[in-house]
């Protein structure tokens, strides 16, 4: 069973950046694909970004816009969010994920074990 615990959240000003990360515990994750999931107060958990076992695939929300890069390091069983450019509608919670599958997927429900989540709060 695979354990992940996010860190690198915190407050940052509108235009900052931060860099999340997601260490994995418990099972090599290296051919799993991970994601990055987020969610606001009242807000549906949303995809903000996705890679594949490899880190040869990556997908994105369609409102990071070039502003977010996710890799992975499989040596280290960790994935990575670098977020730039952060406004003030990035505020969220925000949790790392993995499929037992090496393919990327935008859709929450394709993946297995979750993170207990990282605050974002971008200050406008």
């Known amino acids: 069973q695979v354990q992940l615990v996010e860190s690198g959240g915190g407050l940052v000003q509108s235009g900052g950046s931060l860099r999340l990360s997601c260490a994995a515990s418990g099972r090599t994750i290296s051919s799993n694909a991970m994601g990055w999931f987020r969610q606001a107060p009242g807000k549906e958990r949303e995809i903000v970004a996705a890679?594949?076992?490899?880190?040869?695939?990556?997908y994105y929300g369609d409102f990071v816009k070039g502003r977010f890069t996710i890799s992975r390091d499989n040596a280290k069983n960790t994935v990575y969010l670098q977020m730039k450019s952060l406004k003030h509608e990035d505020t969220a919670l925000y949790y790392c994920a993995g499929r037992y599958n090496t393919w990327t997927s935008a859709n929450r429900v394709d993946y297995a074990y979750w993170g207990q989540g990282t605050q974002v709060t971008v200050s406008s």
């Open positions: 890679i594949s076992g490899s880190g040869a695939v990556t």
